[in-house]
Protein backbone atom coordinates (compact mmCIF):
# COMPACT_ATOMS: atom_id res chain seq x y z
CA UNK A 1 0.00 0.00 0.00
CA UNK A 2 1.27 3.47 -0.45
CA UNK A 3 0.66 5.84 2.28
CA UNK A 4 0.53 9.53 2.93
CA UNK A 5 0.14 11.85 5.17
CA UNK A 6 -0.16 15.89 4.23
CA UNK A 7 -0.05 18.42 6.72
CA UNK A 8 -1.85 21.51 5.61
CA UNK A 9 -1.33 24.02 7.21
CA UNK A 10 -3.80 27.08 5.91
CA UNK A 11 -6.53 25.66 4.27
CA UNK A 12 -9.60 27.14 7.02
CA UNK A 13 -10.67 24.21 8.37
CA UNK A 14 -14.89 24.89 8.42
CA UNK A 15 -14.13 24.77 4.12
CA UNK A 16 -15.09 28.74 4.05
CA UNK A 17 -13.32 29.77 0.73
CA UNK A 18 -14.21 30.29 -2.42
CA UNK A 19 -13.32 27.62 -5.57
CA UNK A 20 -12.53 31.15 -6.97
CA UNK A 21 -9.41 31.75 -4.47
CA UNK A 22 -7.77 28.69 -3.83
CA UNK A 23 -4.09 29.36 -3.29
CA UNK A 24 -5.09 32.66 -1.22
CA UNK A 25 -8.51 32.60 0.48
CA UNK A 26 -8.04 28.79 0.17
CA UNK A 27 -4.68 28.64 2.34
CA UNK A 28 -2.92 27.11 -1.10
CA UNK A 29 -5.82 24.44 -1.22
CA UNK A 30 -4.79 24.38 -5.08
CA UNK A 31 -1.36 22.87 -4.42
CA UNK A 32 -3.70 20.59 -1.65
CA UNK A 33 -5.68 19.40 -4.44
CA UNK A 34 -3.00 18.54 -7.00
CA UNK A 35 -1.35 16.52 -4.61
CA UNK A 36 -4.76 14.56 -4.25
CA UNK A 37 -4.91 14.60 -7.57
CA UNK A 38 -1.33 13.39 -8.21
CA UNK A 39 -2.02 10.71 -5.67
CA UNK A 40 -4.76 9.13 -7.17
CA UNK A 41 -4.98 9.37 -10.53
CA UNK A 42 -3.36 8.35 -13.74
CA UNK A 43 -3.47 8.62 -17.11
CA UNK A 44 -7.05 6.37 -17.75
CA UNK A 45 -7.81 5.45 -14.53
CA UNK A 46 -7.19 5.65 -10.61
CA UNK A 47 -4.42 4.18 -8.03
CA UNK A 48 -6.60 2.25 -6.00
CA UNK A 49 -3.56 1.06 -3.78
CA UNK A 50 -3.01 4.54 -2.42
CA UNK A 51 -4.24 6.10 0.81
CA UNK A 52 -3.73 9.57 2.25
CA UNK A 53 -4.72 11.35 4.90
CA UNK A 54 -4.19 15.23 5.02
CA UNK A 55 -4.59 16.82 8.16
CA UNK A 56 -5.53 20.46 8.40
CA UNK A 57 -4.13 22.18 11.17
CA UNK A 58 -6.05 25.48 12.54
CA UNK A 59 -5.83 27.54 15.57
CA UNK A 60 -9.60 26.37 17.35
CA UNK A 61 -12.18 27.29 16.71
CA UNK A 62 -12.91 24.97 15.21
CA UNK A 63 -10.79 22.15 15.89
CA UNK A 64 -8.52 20.32 13.48
CA UNK A 65 -9.91 18.29 10.86
CA UNK A 66 -8.58 15.20 9.10
CA UNK A 67 -9.61 13.89 5.36
CA UNK A 68 -9.17 10.49 4.17
CA UNK A 69 -8.52 9.58 1.02
CA UNK A 70 -8.76 5.48 -0.02
CA UNK A 71 -7.94 4.66 -3.94
CA UNK A 72 -9.99 1.59 -3.74
CA UNK A 73 -13.49 2.77 -2.87
CA UNK A 74 -12.88 6.83 -4.24
CA UNK A 75 -15.66 8.32 -6.20
CA UNK A 76 -16.26 11.04 -8.69
CA UNK A 77 -12.31 12.22 -8.50
CA UNK A 78 -11.89 13.96 -11.97
CA UNK A 79 -8.00 15.38 -12.97
CA UNK A 80 -8.81 19.21 -12.81
CA UNK A 81 -7.68 20.73 -8.97
CA UNK A 82 -11.17 22.59 -9.00
CA UNK A 83 -13.56 19.78 -8.83
CA UNK A 84 -10.92 18.17 -6.46
CA UNK A 85 -10.78 21.01 -4.28
CA UNK A 86 -14.90 20.84 -4.46
CA UNK A 87 -14.72 17.57 -3.64
CA UNK A 88 -12.46 18.33 -0.70
CA UNK A 89 -13.92 21.53 0.84
CA UNK A 90 -17.65 19.53 0.67
CA UNK A 91 -15.98 17.33 3.04
CA UNK A 92 -14.93 19.82 5.29
CA UNK A 93 -18.34 21.73 5.34
CA UNK A 94 -19.88 18.36 5.90
CA UNK A 95 -17.67 17.32 9.21
CA UNK A 96 -18.14 21.16 11.27
CA UNK A 97 -21.34 19.98 12.77
CA UNK A 98 -20.42 16.96 13.55
CA UNK A 99 -18.08 15.15 16.48
CA UNK A 100 -17.34 12.00 14.59
CA UNK A 101 -16.18 10.71 11.08
CA UNK A 102 -18.54 10.98 8.13
CA UNK A 103 -18.18 9.43 4.69
CA UNK A 104 -18.47 12.93 2.59
CA UNK A 105 -18.31 11.00 -0.77
CA UNK A 106 -17.38 7.23 -1.31
CA UNK A 107 -13.56 7.07 -0.39
CA UNK A 108 -13.30 10.27 1.53
CA UNK A 109 -14.17 10.20 5.34
CA UNK A 110 -13.65 13.37 7.66
CA UNK A 111 -13.65 14.28 11.18
CA UNK A 112 -12.28 16.52 14.37
CA UNK A 113 -8.32 15.20 14.94
CA UNK A 114 -6.09 15.51 17.61
CA UNK A 115 -2.54 16.74 15.25
CA UNK A 116 -0.19 15.19 17.75
CA UNK A 117 -2.55 11.95 18.39
CA UNK A 118 -2.87 11.94 13.82
CA UNK A 119 0.82 11.76 13.13
CA UNK A 120 2.02 9.39 15.84
CA UNK A 121 -0.61 7.56 14.26
CA UNK A 122 0.49 7.36 10.91
CA UNK A 123 3.87 7.34 12.08
CA UNK A 124 2.99 3.72 13.76
CA UNK A 125 2.86 2.50 10.03
CA UNK A 126 6.04 0.04 9.39
CA UNK A 127 8.85 1.80 7.67
CA UNK A 128 6.91 5.48 8.34
CA UNK A 129 9.63 7.75 7.08
CA UNK A 130 9.64 12.02 6.86
CA UNK A 131 9.93 13.30 3.34
CA UNK A 132 12.44 16.67 3.64
CA UNK A 133 14.84 17.87 1.53
CA UNK A 134 17.91 17.28 4.56
CA UNK A 135 17.52 13.05 4.42
CA UNK A 136 18.69 9.91 2.95
CA UNK A 137 18.73 9.51 -0.52
CA UNK A 138 15.44 8.04 -2.30
CA UNK A 139 16.67 5.93 -5.00
CA UNK A 140 18.96 3.58 -2.46
CA UNK A 141 16.14 3.50 0.74
CA UNK A 142 14.27 0.07 1.13
CA UNK A 143 11.52 1.87 2.57
CA UNK A 144 9.82 2.16 -0.86
CA UNK A 145 9.74 -1.85 -1.95
CA UNK A 146 6.17 -2.65 -1.71
CA UNK A 147 4.50 0.48 -0.99
CA UNK A 148 5.46 3.19 1.28
CA UNK A 149 4.54 5.71 4.33
CA UNK A 150 5.73 9.15 3.52
CA UNK A 151 4.43 11.90 5.34
CA UNK A 152 5.36 15.32 3.71
CA UNK A 153 4.06 19.28 4.21
CA UNK A 154 2.30 21.61 2.06
CA UNK A 155 4.07 24.55 0.69
CA UNK A 156 4.74 25.59 4.19
CA UNK A 157 7.33 23.74 5.95
CA UNK A 158 6.42 21.55 9.20
CA UNK A 159 5.86 23.85 12.17
CA UNK A 160 8.18 23.95 15.15
CA UNK A 161 6.02 21.33 16.73
CA UNK A 162 5.28 19.02 13.99
CA UNK A 163 9.44 19.00 13.17
CA UNK A 164 10.10 18.35 16.82
CA UNK A 165 7.48 15.65 17.21
CA UNK A 166 8.51 13.69 13.76
CA UNK A 167 12.14 14.42 15.56
CA UNK A 168 11.31 12.86 18.74
CA UNK A 169 9.48 9.52 16.79
CA UNK A 170 12.84 8.93 14.82
CA UNK A 171 11.30 8.79 12.09
CA UNK A 172 13.83 7.81 8.98
CA UNK A 173 14.17 11.48 6.98
CA UNK A 174 13.80 10.76 2.62
CA UNK A 175 15.28 13.00 0.74
CA UNK A 176 14.05 13.30 -3.16
CA UNK A 177 17.02 15.35 -4.00
CA UNK A 178 18.57 18.31 -3.70
CA UNK A 179 16.25 21.36 -4.89
CA UNK A 180 12.75 22.15 -2.90
CA UNK A 181 9.78 20.23 -5.04
CA UNK A 182 6.35 21.48 -4.78
CA UNK A 183 4.43 18.76 -2.50
CA UNK A 184 2.74 17.26 -5.80
CA UNK A 185 5.96 17.11 -7.36
CA UNK A 186 7.39 14.95 -4.23
CA UNK A 187 3.87 12.46 -5.10
CA UNK A 188 4.73 12.14 -8.71
CA UNK A 189 8.68 11.25 -8.02
CA UNK A 190 7.44 9.10 -4.83
CA UNK A 191 5.35 7.14 -7.11
CA UNK A 192 7.43 6.79 -10.02
CA UNK A 193 9.88 4.92 -8.00
CA UNK A 194 7.71 2.91 -6.28
CA UNK A 195 5.98 2.21 -9.92
CA UNK A 196 9.58 0.99 -10.93
CA UNK A 197 10.44 -0.87 -8.02
CA UNK A 198 7.43 -2.91 -8.32
CA UNK A 199 7.52 -3.51 -12.27
CA UNK A 200 10.69 -5.20 -10.97
CA UNK A 201 9.18 -6.61 -8.03
CA UNK A 202 4.99 -7.07 -7.57
CA UNK A 203 3.92 -5.24 -4.66
CA UNK A 204 2.37 -7.84 -1.70
CA UNK A 205 -1.16 -8.07 -1.59
CA UNK A 206 -1.11 -5.85 1.44
CA UNK A 207 1.69 -3.72 0.51
C1 LIG B 1 7.05 23.05 -1.08
S1 LIG B 1 7.95 22.12 0.08
C2 LIG B 1 8.03 23.17 1.49
C3 LIG B 1 8.70 24.48 1.36
C4 LIG B 1 10.14 24.44 1.00
N1 LIG B 1 10.98 23.85 2.04
C5 LIG B 1 10.63 25.84 0.67
O1 LIG B 1 11.24 26.47 1.48
O2 LIG B 1 10.33 26.29 -0.42
C6 LIG B 1 6.72 21.00 0.63
C7 LIG B 1 7.21 19.75 1.29
O3 LIG B 1 7.61 18.86 0.29
C8 LIG B 1 8.62 18.02 0.80
N2 LIG B 1 9.80 18.20 -0.06
C9 LIG B 1 10.05 19.21 -0.93
N3 LIG B 1 11.19 18.99 -1.59
C10 LIG B 1 11.68 17.81 -1.13
C11 LIG B 1 12.85 17.04 -1.42
N4 LIG B 1 13.75 17.44 -2.30
N5 LIG B 1 13.01 15.87 -0.77
C12 LIG B 1 12.10 15.42 0.13
N6 LIG B 1 11.00 16.12 0.46
C13 LIG B 1 10.78 17.30 -0.16
C14 LIG B 1 8.86 18.40 2.24
O4 LIG B 1 8.04 17.59 3.07
C15 LIG B 1 8.38 19.84 2.25
O5 LIG B 1 8.01 20.24 3.53
Known amino acids: MRRVLLLAHRVPVAGS?????LAGGGGRMDEIARAVSTMFTLSNGLR????????FVASPPPKARRIEIAGGRLRYLNPDERSTAALLKNALVRSIPEEEDVESSPGIRVGPAEPEEA???????????????????????PLIDGGYAA????????????????????????????????????????????DLREAVRPATPDG
Open 17 to 21: FTLND
Open 48 to 55: TDAEMTIL
Open 119 to 141: IRRFAGHPGAFWLTERGEPYRSS
Open 151 to 194: ILSDPTDPSEAEATLLSDLSLPRISLGPRSLRTSQCLDVLNQEA
